[in-house]
């Protein structure tokens, strides 16, 4: 089928980031002649502070590459990378999340080695990401920017009326603040869809087993029937007792707004959430939302990488690695992320780089230099796209069914 093709302009306020960005520091030199011509590439960002990412990260690729035209390759099959490889017409570089999901793609792609190394594309790279870029023995992906999603989101006025605490340090005190916050008369947590009740289940696993336990839960033959994990789905079970009611068809902007309206204590979600508070309810970071990691994660920065390969037989292909250039590039994975609320991947920021970045991103900078990287289940790159579903079915089921055993089961049968 083909892929429809939607052109994507240039804001005043993208070129203004680009701008300031370069000014951290010259971008690695692209080696050979300028591209010029058509790119197509399936990013996803459409909306939000993820499309005001896009525009400035597009402003920067104009100053890398002045000639190339930018085109969204999405198409009419969505974002799922398989899908849009499997057309025989993919797009000149695609988006994934990294670790299962690039493996899955490979014999789709072209190895990236020999320009990753001739063109710097792996510069700044903190070590702990380089494995998630990779499958076998060969480099796939260049990334863009990480999103921590291991976060706990909380109404300064709602605590402060109930006595609560706005980083409780484990799932079970968490569970003592929202009996807090419920006696007040509000909802203790925002729950919006399936997806924010697996990633609380992520949560209370991860706190039980820590990193390296949990990682095992996903492999074969995985510790499901033990009493940590009996026990961290039991307390599952009591938070959402403290949550707003689950619909199937909502997302995490209705938890958002729950929160950002007053009318809830906590949220759990990525820090997306952080520029939709602020763009969509006028809320002012730290006054009116604050943020901690969330309850026993402190030491861990679980994350999704935005991380571009790129398609065996690029049509475009000149133009898709100066794409790629401008992706590894320090101007811009400023000038995406700090229009967005994330950060860039790479840890060799220079200090005024950070002026560029909000009081919530300005924290994570340094978190995503201190804590140890993890790779998220709900939103990233631990589980292919097909144990994911899973997953999530799983999760779906539990707000109706509430059996923590047959949950155990069922995310290990995924």
């Known amino acids: 089928m083909p892929i429809r093709r939607r052109p994507v302009l240039l804001g005043g306020i993208a070129v203004a980031c680009a701008t300031a960005a370069a000014r951290c520091g010259p971008a690695e030199a692209s080696s050979g002649a300028a591209p010029a011509g058509l790119l197509e590439v399936a990013a996803g960002w459409t909306s939000g502070p993820d499309r005001n990412g896009l525009q400035a990260l597009l402003a920067a690729l104009k100053g890398h590459a002045p000639d190339v035209t930018f085109v969204a390759g999405d198409g009419s099959t969505g974002t799922d990378p398989a899908a849009l490889l499997a057309t025989g017409r993919p797009p000149d570089a695609v988006r994934c999340s990294g670790g299962a999901e690039l493996a899955r793609l490979a014999p789709h792609l072209e190895p990236l080695d020999a320009l990753a190394r001739a063109r710097r594309w792996s510069a700044g790279l903190p070590a702990a990401l380089r494995p998630r870029l990779r499958a076998g023995n060969a480099l796939y992906g260049v990334p863009a920017g990480v999103r921590r999603t291991n976060l706990l989101w909380s109404r300064p006025q709602a605590l402060a009326e109930a006595g609560a605490d706005p980083a409780p340090a484990d799932p079970g005190l968490l569970l003592a603040q929202l009996q807090r916050v419920t006696a007040t008369g509000r909802t203790g947590l925002a729950v919006g869809g399936p997806a924010e009740v697996l990633q609380l289940a992520e949560t209370v696993l991860l706190a039980a087993h820590g990193p390296d336990a949990f ?13 940590a994990t009996a026990g961290a789905l039991r307390l599952l079970d009591a938070l959402l007792a403290h949550a707003a ?6 997302d995490w902007t209705d938890a958002a ?4 309206t007053g009318r809830a204590g906590y949220l759990l979600t990525g ?3 952080d520029g939709w508070l602020r763009e969509n309810l006028g809320l002012r970071a730290g006054a009116d939302h604050r943020w901690a990691a969330a309850p026993g994660t402190a030491a861990l920065f679980q994350f999704r990488a935005d991380v571009f390969v790129l398609p065996r037989g690029a049509r475009h292909r000149a133009a898709a690695l100066a ?5 590894a590039s320090l101007d811009g994975q400023v000038a995406l992320n700090g229009a967005r609320a994330a950060v860039p991947a790479r840890t060799d920021l220079p200090e005024p780089a950070r002026a560029l970045f909000g009081p919530y991103p300005r924290w994570s900078l340094d978190q995503w230099r201190s804590a140890r990287p993890l790779d998220s289940l ?14 999530l079915a799983a999760a779906a089921a539990f707000t109706t069914h509430r059996d923590s055993t047959r949950l155990a089961r069922e995310l290990a049968a995924g």
């Open 215 to 227: 990682g095992a839960l996903w492999q074969p033959g995985g510790p499901w029937r033990t009493p």
């Open 257 to 260: 707004r729950l929160l950002g």
């Open 271 to 273: 820090d997306w959430a």
């Open 323 to 327: 794409w790629l250039d401008v992706c």
């Open 245 to 250: 009611p689950v619909a199937p068809d909502a």
């Open 378 to 391: 709900t939103h990233g790159g631990l589980l292919d796209p097909r144990r994911r579903a899973a997953a």
